[in-house]
Nanobody
């Protein structure tokens, strides 16, 4: 089993930055690909980014390319999502996900 805990959400002005963290625990968390998936109010879930277990493969949704980066520190069993130049449309609950395992989410609000 894998447990995922997100942190780092908050409220920022447009153009601001946040760094989300996903701490994984359980059986061999370093072996899991990790995705960040967001859900805005009234919208479907959207995969924002994904990082392979080796760190060698990354995915970014078109909406965040050039603004978000993803990285992992396997010594800390943590995956980070660095979000820069945030826009109001980035407002959502951000979830950490791997296979069938989900965190509880962290809320990001971008607003004036």
């Amino acid at each position: 089993q894998l447990q995922l805990v997100e942190s780092g959400g908050g409220s920022v002005l447009p153009g601001g930055s946040l760094r989300l963290s996903c701490v994984a625990s359980g059986i061999s968390p370093e072996r899991y690909d990790i995705s960040w998936i967001r859900q805005a109010p009234g919208e479907e879930r959207e995969r924002v980014s994904c990082l392979s277990s080796s760190g060698g493969s990354r995915f970014f949704a078109d909406a965040v390319k050039g603004r978000f980066t993803i990285s992992r520190d396997n010594a800390k069993n943590t995956v980070y999502l660095q979000m820069n130049n945030l826009k109001p449309e980035d407002t959502a609950v951000y979830y950490c996900n791997s296979r069938t395992y989900w965190g509880k989410g962290t809320l990001v609000t971008v607003s004036t």
